[in-house]
Nanobody
Framework: QVRLMESGGGVVQAGGSLRLSCVAS????????MGWYRQAPGKQRELVAT???????TYLDSVKGRFTISRDNAENTVYLQMNGLKPDDTGVYYC????????????????WGQGTLVTVSS
């Protein structure tokens, strides 16, 4: 079972930047999709960005042009560079890995980290 560990959260003023990191305990396969989600207080968890095996990326409309997701398979790490932060970006950010079963009798992988808190003050 792969484990994910996020880091890089903190308190920042509006307009500032943070870089989140997520390290996987096992190799990130080319077929794995890495994603960042966030959950603000009192709201549902929402998908912020994804990075597919072949370099494709998707972003939540509200973060387009400000956030960039990237991955380093050799380091088993995915990043989320966040620039121009706004108070609405406040929340707990979670890393997610989804991928095909690693063996014939295995289940598909859907792993989550414990989250890292991002607080943006106005």
């Amino acid at each position: 079972q792969v484990r994910l560990m996020e880091s890089g959260g903190g308190v920042v003023q509006a307009g500032g930047s943070l870089r989140l990191s997520c390290v996987a305990s096992k190799n990130i396969r080319r077929s794995d999709v890495m994603g960042w989600y966030r959950q603000a207080p009192g709201k549902q968890r929402e998908l912020v960005a994804t990075h597919t095996a072949y370099g494709g990326t998707t972003y939540l409309d509200s973060v387009k042009g400000r956030f960039t997701i990237s991955r380093d398979n050799a380091e088993n790490t995915v990043y989320l560079q966040m620039n121009g932060l706004k108070p609405d970006d406040t929340g707990v950010y979670y890393c997610n890995l989804r991928g095909p079963p690693p063996c014939i009798e295995c289940n598909a992988i859907d792993a989550w980290g414990q989250g890292t808190l991002v607080t943006v003050s106005s």
